[in-house]
C-alpha cells in the first residue's frame, strides 16, 4: 500500500509462470502507480508478453498475487474476471486485428459488444477514435489487410482506447515500425493515456521508445525484476545489466540465448 | 517391460486427447446454450456451411446416386433382382451414402476452412483479443459454428437424398430401361420414415462432428503457419474418422434390435 491507503493500480507480487519444463517468471514483483507509465524493458523471449497475459488474465499464473485496485484476481470466478477484463485496453504485438471486420468494426468492437452500444453510436465513437490516432473516416471503410503496418498499429491504438480503459497494456508497441513511425506512434500513445488519464503498463526491447513513454521504467531478466526506478536514473543506475542492455552491448553480464 | 512402456504412453496419450475434447465440447456446448447468442454470426455461418456447400454436396449425390443405380443393375440382373434398384438406390441414399458422403465432402470443405481461421486468429492473438474486448471466444467462434453445422447439414443431406434418388432415376429411365412412373413408386413405396429421419440424425451429428474437429483443432493451434496448416490437416483427418466411428454407433442406435 503507498501513502494516503490508496492501493496501486497494479501490484504483483512473487509471480511465478513456467511451461513444462521452462521457467519463464520466478517470482516477479512490480507496482504500477495509479495514472502512471511503467515501461518494462527486457529481452526478446524473456517473458514480457508473458507477464503481461498473466496480469490480463490470459496466462494462468503457477503462483503469486496479482491485484488490481487492491483487489485480488488471481483465482476469481468467469463472471469477476469479466468485471475486471472492463477496465483493461490492450495493444497487442502483431496488432490482432481481425481481419474478417472493417477496421471501425474493429474499433467499435468493444463498444458494441462489451458496452452493449447501438451500432450507429458505436460507429461515431469509432470514427472520432481513428481520428485520435490520425486516421481519416474513409480508413474506417477498409480492411485491415489494406492497411500498412503503421497504420495497422494506429487502428490497434484506436481499438484499445475505444473503450476508454482505466488500464492499457502496449505489447512492443513499436517493434516493426520504422524508427519515424515508432516515434509518431509513442506520441499517440502519450497523448492517448494522459488525455484518459489512464495507467498504462508496456514491454518493449526499444530503448528510445522506453524513454518516449516512461514514467518509471523496470528491466527484467530471468524471470524477475533487476532493476527498476524513474525514467530519469535510466543512464546512472549503475546496474551492469542495465547498461549493457540500453547501450545494446554484446558483451557483459547478459549472455544471450541463442535457443528460446 | 520394455514392450508395455510405448504401449501404455500411446494409452495414456489417447486418453488425454479424449480427455480434452470432452472438455472442449462440453465447454462449448454449454457457451452454446447460455445469451448472448450472436445471431448474425450464426445466420454468416450457416450461409457458409450451408449454402456454399450446395455445390459439392450435390455433385457428390447425383454421381453416387447414378453409380448406384447402374451397380445395383448390373450386380442384381445376375440373379433376376433389378426391380430392386429403386429400392437399392433410396435406402442407400437416405440411410447411408446421404448423410455420409455429405458430412465428408463438408468436413474437406468447411472442417478446413473452420480450423484455418480460428487457428490462424489464435497464432495472430486475435482470440487473445477477443478475450480483451470482453468477449467469450467460445460464444463469439466456436457456438455459432457448431449451431451452423448441426443445422444445417440435415438440410444438405435433404437436398442430397433427392439429388440422389434423381440421379439413379435418370440412369435406370434413360440407360437402363425401366418404366417411370414404376420406379418413382417404387422408390416411394417402399420408403420409411425411420431411413429418412436415422438419416437426418446422422446429418446433424456429422455437423457437429466437423464443426467441432475444425473448432477444437484450431483453437489449439500454435506456431505460426506450420501449426495452422497441421491443425487444419488434423481437423479434417479426425472429423473423417469420427464420422465413420459415429456413422456405425448411429446405424446400431437405430437399427439393431
Ligand atoms: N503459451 C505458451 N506455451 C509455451 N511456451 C510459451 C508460451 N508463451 C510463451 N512461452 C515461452 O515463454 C518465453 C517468454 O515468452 P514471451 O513472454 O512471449 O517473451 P517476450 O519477452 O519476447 O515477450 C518464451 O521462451 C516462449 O517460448
Ligand atoms: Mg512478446
Redesign the interface.
Known sequence: MSAGGIPPKIQVRGLCKAFGPKQVLRGLDIEVARGSSLVVIGGSGSGKSVLI?SI???VAPDSGSIEIDGEEVTGLSPSER?RV??K???L?????????LLVWENVA??LI??QRMKRAEAKERAIATLAQVGLGPDVGHLRPSELSGGMQKRVSLA?AIA?RPEIIFFDEPTTGLDPIMGSVIDGLISDCVKKLGATALSITHDMASARRIADHIAMIFEGRIIWHGPIADIDRSGNPYVEQFIHGKADGPIRMQVRA | MPVFAPIGRAVLTLLAVAGRIALFTTGSVGHGLTPPFYLRLILRQMIDIGFYSLPVVGLTAIFTGMVLALQSFTGFSRFSAESAVPNIVVLSMTRELGPVLAGLMVAGRVGAAIAA?IGT?RV???I??L?????NPFK?LVAPRLIAGTLMLPLLVVVADIIGVFGGYMVSVYKLGFNPTTYLRNTLDFLETLDVVSGLVKAGVFGFIVTLMGCYHGYRSKGGAQGVGAATTNAVVSASVLILLFNYIVTTLFFSQ
Not at chain 1, 497487442?92 to 474478417?100: C, E, K, T, V
Open positions: 497475459k490480463i488474465g490470459l469479466a477484463t472492463r483493461f485496453g490492450m497487442f504485438q502483431g496488432g490482432a486485428l481481425f481481419d474478417s468492437f468493444g459488444e462489451a481499438r473503450t | 481461421e486468429m495472430t492473438e486475435q487473445d483479443a478475450t480483451t474486448l470482453s468477449t463469439y
